[in-house]
């Protein structure tokens, strides 16, 4: 099993950056690929970027591509996702998931554990 916690969401204009990180306890850490997906009120959950085990390998949405960057720290047991040029269509309930394999996926059914979410506001 494995706990994340969220945390580094909050309100920001148009343009700005917010780094969101999602701490893990419970199993090796380096064991499971990590992703971070969003949901917006009447939304479906998106997915919007996934590492894999040793962090060489990193997925993003198109929407977000160029603009967010996931990183992670097995060391210290953490995934990072930075978010640069931010737009208010970012606004949503990010949510940090982990996944029983070392190899990433782009899918919400294909991850096993997920933290309470960290809200992010983009105004105009």
């Known amino acids: 099993q494995v706990q994340l916690v969220e945390s580094g969401g909050g309100l920001v204009q148009a343009g700005g950056s917010l780094r969101l990180s999602c701490a893990a306890s419970?199993?090796?850490?380096?064991?499971?690929?990590m992703g971070w997906f969003r949901q917006a009120p009447g939304k479906e959950r998106e997915f919007v970027a996934a590492?894999?085990?040793?962090?060489?390998?990193?997925y993003y949405a198109d929407s977000v591509k160029g603009r967010f960057t996931i990183s992670r720290d097995n060391a210290k047991n953490t995934v990072e996702l930075q978010m640069n040029s931010l737009k208010p269509e970012d606004t949503a309930v990010y949510y940090c998931?982990?996944?029983?394999?070392?190899?990433?996926?782009?899918?919400?059914?294909?991850?096993?554990?997920w933290g309470q979410g960290t809200q992010v506001t983009v105004s105009s």
């Open positions: 590492i894999n085990w040793s962090g060489r390998r990193t």
């Open positions: 998931a982990a996944r029983g394999s070392t190899v990433a996926a782009t899918t919400p059914a294909q991850y096993d554990y």
């Open positions: 419970g199993r090796t850490f380096s064991d499971y690929a």
